[in-house]
Structures are given as structure tokens and as C-alpha cells.
């Protein structure tokens, strides 16, 4: 690997700079998600808010880079790596990233259409809530019901990308400023929680033992499989084989089954749809209006076991490998990409350096999140403030 031997300087600083963006919208994220969200399927996105600020400031294809990239590592941390959640919110940040910037390049143009980044926003969180869907329909479900809740999404989509793209076109504003924003947002009182990747459980087993990149290709072939065959025999093979896994790598099998707790509502949804308005077929049950068939009974039970498959050895694969290792994985599992001018070894060390930067962010954001909730801030308005103040602090930094 020539790049490894001959490091150009340049390229250095800028993946220092990717880097460090990546570990802002990785903690973002991750402190988004410990926050209890009573609608299900909404969220502010503060991750995506990161991605659109870098398109503002340094252009689209960082941007990209950032917003890819923080789904792999935030799925290190939160357990979710190659599992149903991992592909939907890779794919929405994918499909998010290029119609923000298809909307930035047209408004920064000679065209005459012009998008603010608030307009930017909401189109980008429309688009993200719109592709989990649609990936949802597609690979999982299959069932047109799933798209009752469109509106749902949509008009929180709406709300979600308001806020986010004046947060985001507050940050930019400042940025632009050499004294735009405060010196510093909170000091730490020292009570903050060290960061600490809770998925891997240390072992000397088999499992724990096989090469990281290997563990990734199986997780790839088993979710092909039980989106190809369209039988709930055999994910329950599967789901056997999983188990038989479980057992040998010597992790409790409650331990593997708690990573379910991140995608019940997806389950339910994927079970309850075809169980309770797929009408043709064999009569099961029949209350008033309320007809469940036998055909919808199997529908629903391999729609759910889908997914169980899924996230369950995307869960076995996340106890048994450190974070170290996924990076080297993927960097190995990444290299046939080649061919195609991928460079996983850049990829490798953005990765890489972003995990250096993850614990001092997260004592920074624990510390910010704290001083949100204590009130000091009082006001929509001040609190919005405050919060693009410390992104500006952390983009400074």
C-alpha cells in the first residue's frame, strides 16, 4: 500500500479534518439516541445536520464521507453494525446526502432555483424517513401497508428538518465569522461518564477467534438468504444455526436477544401489517370486520423472523469482535472495491482517527447535554442558540 509508506501532508490534514466532522456527528448521534423518543420513527437528526454543514463549508463530496461513514461507526458503538437498522440508516443517509446536495449545488449555481439550508434540511429528512420506508417495504416487509405511516414520517420529517436546518444555517453563519459564537459553551464539573463501546464481551472462543472480515461476509450471505428464500422454516434453520453460534462463543443468550430491544417496533409492525390486512386466502379468524388469515399468519411470522435472523447475528458478530477489529474488517471487506477507485486504506484511517477523537467529544457532549437539561437556557430560541454555539465550538476545536 503505497499511500501507507508516502503519507502526503495535505491529505493528512484533510483526513484529519473528515475525521474529526465524523466523530462530531458519530456523538451527536449517539447521545440523539439515549435521549427516550415517545413517536417512533422520529427523530431531530442532529447527525445529518453535521453532514449538511460540511456541504455548506467544504463541499459535497466531504460531506458524502462524513455522512456514510458516521453509520458505520455509530453502529459500532450502538450495536447495530450489518443488522436491518444499520442498511436503512445507511441507505437514508446515502439517499439524504445526494438530494441535499442536488438541492446545495442547484441553489449555489447559475440556475435560478434557490433552496435556503433550512429548505435543504427538511428535504434531506423527508428523503431519509422516505428511503428507511421504502427500504423497509422492499427488503423486509413487503407489504404495502407500511406506508400508512408516510404521512407520519413526513410531517415530522418536516418539523425535525426546521430545526435542524436553523441550527444548521446558525452554525454556518458563525463559522464564516471569526468571533461568530461563544469562546466556550460549558466547562465539565468532572461527573461525565467515560465513553466505552458496551457491545464487545472479551472471550477466547471459536467465534471470538474468526478473522473480523470473515464475520461480515457471513452476516452479508445469511441477510441474502432470508431475503431470498421466502420460507419462515428456514429462517427458523437459521435462527437455529445463530443459536448454535451463540452457544459456542460462550455469550448468555438473553445477552445476544437484549440487541431486539432497538428494533421491537419494526417487528411489530412487520408481523402485525400482513397478519391484519392481508384478507385472500384460508380463513384462521374472524371477529367483525377483523379477518386473519393463514396465509397472513405466515406472511407476518417470516416478515418478523427476517429480522430477528438479521439483528440477532449482526448482534453475535458485535459481542465478539472490538471496535479495532470491525475497523480492520471492514478495511479487509472493503478492499475488492479497488476496482472501482475506492480507497479503503483512507477509508481505514478516517476511520481510525475518528475513534481517537470519540472520547473527548463525548465528555464535551455529556457536558452540553447536562447543561441543556438544567434549565440555564430557558426559550426555543436560547436553547437553539446554545446548541449551534457548541457545534461551532466543536467544528473550532
Known amino acids: 500500500m503505497p499511500s501507507a509508506i508516502n503519507i502526503n501532508p495535505l491529505h493528512e490534514e484533510e483526513i484529519k479534518r473528515i475525521s474529526r466532522w465524523i466523530a462530531i456527528a458519530v456523538i451527536l448521534q449517539v447521545s440523539e439516541s ?91 429528512a423527508f428523503v431519509h424517513n422516505l428511503t428507511q420506508l421504502v427500504f423497509a417495504y422492499i427488503l423486509l416487509i413487503r407489504h404495502p401497508g407500511i406506508f400508512v405511516l408516510l404521512p407520519w414520517l413526513s410531517i415530522g420529517g418536516v418539523v425535525m428538518g426546521v430545526i435542524t436546518g436553523i441550527i444548521a444555517l446558525d452554525v454556518t453563519r458563525k463559522l464564516r465569522d471569526p468571533i461568530g459564537g461563544r469562546s466556550y459553551v460549558y466547562y465539565s464539573d468532572g461527573t461525565e461518564l467515560p465513553f466505552e463501546m458496551r457491545s464487545y464481551l472479551p472471550g477466547n472462543s471459536f467465534i471470538h477467534r474468526l478473522k473480523p472480515e470473515i464475520k461480515i461476509f457471513a452476516i452479508m450471505l445469511i441477510a441474502l438468504a432470508v431475503l431470498i428464500v421466502n420460507d419462515p422454516l428456514f429462517c427458523v434453520i437459521m435462527l437455529a444455526v445463530i443459536v448454535t453460534a451463540i452457544t459456542l462463543s460462550g455469550i448468555s443468550l438473553l445477552e445476544i436477544l437484549s440487541g431486539l430491544k432497538k428494533v421491537v417496533f419494526l417487528i411489530l409492525i412487520s408481523f402485525l401489517l400482513p397478519v391484519l390486512f392481508n384478507s385472500g386466502g384460508e380463513t384462521v379468524i374472524k371477529a367483525g370486520s377483523m379477518v386473519i388469515t393463514r396465509e397472513g399468519l405466515s406472511a407476518g411470522t417470516l416478515f418478523g423472523l427476517r429480522i430477528i435472523v438479521m439483528m440477532i447475528s449482526a448482534s453475535l458478530m458485535m459481542r465478539t469482535s472490538s471496535s479495532i477489529e470491525l475497523t480492520l474488517g471492514f478495511e479487509k471487506a472493503l478492499a475488492p472495491l479497488r476496482v472501482f477507485g475506492v480507497d479503503h486504506y483512507r477509508i481505514s484511517r478516517i476511520i481510525s482517527m475518528s475513534w481517537q477523537w470519540i472520547p473527548e467529544l463525548w465528555r464535551e457532549t455529556r457536558g452540553m447535554m447536562k447543561f441543556m437539561l438544567s434549565g440555564r437556557e430557558k426559550g426555543i430560541k436560547k436553547r437553539i442558540s446554545a446548541m449551534s454555539d457548541f457545534i461551532v465550538y466543536l467544528f473550532r476545536k
Open 34 to 124: 439515549l435521549i427516550p423518543h415517545p413517536f417512533p420513527g422520529i427523530r431531530l437528526g442532529l447527525a445529518n445536520m453535521v453532514a449538511l454543514i460540511v456541504l455548506a463549508n467544504h463541499g459535497f463530496s466531504k460531506a458524502l464521507c462524513v455522512n456514510l461513514i458516521r453509520t458505520v461507526l455509530s453502529s459500532f458503538i450502538l450495536g447495530t453494525f450489518m443488522s436491518p437498522a444499520f442498511f436503512m440508516s445507511f441507505s437514508s443517509a446515502l439517499a439524504s446526502m445526494l438530494v441535499m446536495g442536488l438541492l446545495y449545488a442547484a441553489s449555489t449555481g447559475k440556475s435560478k432555483v434557490y433552496f435556503s439550508l433550512t429548505g435543504i434540511s427538511v428535504a434531506g
